[in-house]
Nanobody
């Protein structure tokens, strides 16, 4: 079965850190762009950061605010999102997605694969 599986979410206090993981099964990241998105209650889903599996170039980071760092381990077919100095407004469901076209991934719509999401809750 082809799927993306996110993990690493949870409940943390403001100022703490979390590392989310996005693991692919049934396909490899080779040739794909992989992105992290978040969706807070009542708001639209937004891109947080994206990465090229080919060369590690990053994109889509207008919402990363310098606190979120994306990385990829192609050997493990896994992409990570290191989230530092978390704030209550970071509370959201975090999704990963993969597509072969960066502009389609950046738009966050009809991409090849979406994960099921992992909840991140930051208390003040």
């Amino acid at each position: 079965e082809v799927q993306l599986v996110e993990s690493g979410g949870g409940l943390v206090q403001a100022g703490e850190s979390l590392r989310l993981s996005c693991a692919a099964s049934g396909f490899t990241f080779d040739g794909y762009y992989i992105g992290w998105f978040h969706q807070a209650p009542g708001k639209e889903r937004e891109a947080v950061s994206c990465i090229s599996s080919s060369d590690g170039s990053t994109y889509c980071a207008e919402n990363a605010q310098g606190r979120f760092i994306i990385s990829a381990d192609n050997a493990k077919n896994t992409v990570y999102l290191q989230m530092n100095n978390l704030k209550p407004e970071d509370t959201a469901v975090y999704y990963c997605a993969a597509d072969r076209e960066i502009y389609r991934l950046w738009a966050g719509g009809d991409v090849d694969y979406w994960g099921q999401g992992t909840q991140v809750t930051v208390s003040s």
